[in-house]
Nanobody
């Protein structure tokens, strides 16, 4: 059983920063061979892809909406993935979810929610103007 637990959300003013964490747990489970992603969902909207990092950590991918502002990273020794969010805007307000693509050593990065098999419960990020 894989569990993903996000933390680090909160209320921040526009232009501010937050760092989200996603800790994976499960009996002997390690994230080290899996692509990890972050998505967000605003009220009344679909899940939106935010960032992903390859299992090796050598590749990251971002949509244009967050490129240059958000950075995804991973610490496999801690079984944790991070999302550093800078220069936050009110339109970044959403519930943020981390997700795991349960295909080991995947080549390439998937950006659709349906490609990810395990999800956390989400953490709220609110950016005030």
């Amino acid at each position: 059983q894989v569990q993903l637990v996000e933390s680090g959300g909160g209320l921040v003013q526009a232009g501010g920063s937050l760092r989200l964490s996603c800790a994976a747990s499960g009996r002997t489970f390690s994230i080290s061979t899996y692509t990890m992603g972050w998505f967000r969902q605003a009220p009344g909207k679909e899940h939106e892809f935010v960032a992903a990092i390859s299992w090796s950590g050598s590749s990251q991918y971002y949509p244009d909406s967050v490129k240059g502002r958000f950075t995804i990273s991973r610490d496999n020794a801690k079984n944790t993935v991070y999302l550093q969010m800078n220069s936050l805007k009110p339109e970044d307000t959403a519930v943020y979810f981390c997700a795991l693509d349960h295909s080991p050593y995947r080549i390439g990065i998937r950006t659709t929610a349906g490609s990810y098999d395990y999800w956390g419960q989400g953490t709220q990020v609110t950016v005030s103007s």
